[in-house]
């Protein structure tokens, strides 16, 4: 539901050469190439849990590639790719804070750069908000 998953698209139908578009619902968001049988995309932030359609299309055309269905957990139910010290992440005003992750979650690449930015939730309306804060690490 936070967006950032990794969403591989197979089937022997790429071509290098390709631009491809993931839509997620109304959401489009760039893809990847990866070889011949692989595409990626990284999910967007998604409002709704649930099941929705997911399209793979050529950049620039209306051809369709790819057409499927996608299942968007809400945060409480997706598992913890990323982690904390509880100590730290519930203190009031933490010094320090030690966030851990497995890199495969996010690319093959262990030496890929990494920007880490802080975001905030609050729901004070009906509409949930997520706020930017701060890119902490880049």
Known sequence: MMGGTIVNVTGPCFNMDMRVNCRFNTIQVPGAVIDQNRATCVMPRIYITGYIDIFVEVE????????GKFFVETPEQSPELVSFKKEEILATEPTEITVQWDYKNLTMDKNAPVSISLWGYREVTINPEIVFIETIVV
Not at 60 to 67: H, M, P
Request: net charge neutral.
């Open 60 to 67: 620039g055309s209306n051809d369709l590639l790819w057409k």
